[in-house]
Nanobody, 123 residues
Framework: QVQLVESGGGLVQAGGSLRLSCAAS????????MAWFRQAPGKEREFVSA????????YYADSVKGRFTISRDNAKNTVYLQINNLKPEDTAVYYC????????????????WGQGTQVTVSS
């Protein structure tokens, strides 16, 4: 069992930056590839980025390449999402998720989910 708790969201002006964190419980964190998803108001949840078990490989949705950076610290059981040059269209609830498989974008591949953290970008 893995429990995930996101933090770091907030209200920020366009052009600003945020770093989201996702803290995982349990001693099996490094056994899971991790990902971030987001859900904007009135839209379906979408894949944002994934990182491999050791952190050596990362993968991004085309819409966030160049502005988002995913990383993880297995010693701290934490995965991060650095978001730069925020845009109003980045406004969403951001979720972290854990999967046994890396670089999978479908929600059905993810076994554990956090409760989400709200990111709101004002123009």
């Amino acid at each position: 069992q893995v429990q995930l708790v996101e933090s770091g969201g907030g209200l920020v002006q366009a052009g600003g930056s945020l770093r989201l964190s996702c803290a995982a419980s349990g001693r099996t964190f490094s056994s899971y590839a991790m990902a971030w998803f987001r859900q904007a108001p009135g839209k379906e949840r979408e894949f944002v980025s994934a990182i491999s078990w050791s952190g050596g490989y990362t993968y991004y949705a085309d819409s966030v390449k160049g502005r988002f950076t995913i990383s993880r610290d297995n010693a701290k059981n934490t995965v991060y999402l650095q978001i730069n040059n925020l845009k109003p269209e980045d406004t969403a609830v951001y979720y972290c998720a854990a999967s046994r498989n890396y670089r999978v974008t479908g929600e059905r591949h993810y076994d554990y989910w956090g409760q989400g953290t709200q990111v709101t970008v004002s123009s």
